[in-house]
């Protein structure tokens, strides 16, 4: 167990992990925090504004061109009846997710450590299959989504405190407690 590795995967320094130990967050975790959330807000903006768009293009296309003579009501009534709704619904719920309050408060949790690597296989309709990793940190009930080489520098049945925040489910720092 490296506490300079973990400090550096988790972006928390010995300030960071005395603050979260009294259950505060520092400015610098609560800049790094507002970030994130900015970011999410934007790229969901642009993702149901993008999906809105896509909804709305093709019936303005093919309104304002008078191709509905051409093409007549095969092409613009399952449009406009099935699909501009899901693409506009779709958008709408990213745009109003943007605007989500986050509540974020820092919450401990500590127990023995456990990572644990999952596997997804998909198949798609071609029948293309498709494989996916994913590794995960479960500690004291809880499961963070973690990188691979997590299980580099913690071992497992290792007594820690994970100190995170609700809502964005970040890890903010992560304290040794004992061996196994």
Sequence with gaps: MSNEALQQMFK???QDLAANRTGQLTPKQIAQLTQEVKSSR???????F???LIA????????????VKQM??????????IWLPIWGLIGYGLIRGAFKKHVVTLQKVEGPINIVKTVSHHTDSDGHSSTSVNYELHVGGKEFDVDSSLADYMMQ???YAIYYVTDLEDI??????QKA
């Design 72 to 81: 007549g009501i095969i092409f613009l009534l399952p449009w406009v009846l």
């Design 56 to 67: 709305l293009l093709p019936t303005a296309i093919v309104t304002l061109s008078g191709a």
């Design 42 to 48: 934007g790229c969901s903006l642009v993702a149901g």
């Design 172 to 177: 903010m720092s992560v304290d040794f407690i």
């Design 12 to 14: 928390f320094d010995d």
């Design 50 to 52: 993008g999906l809105i």
């Design 157 to 159: 049945g290792d007594t």
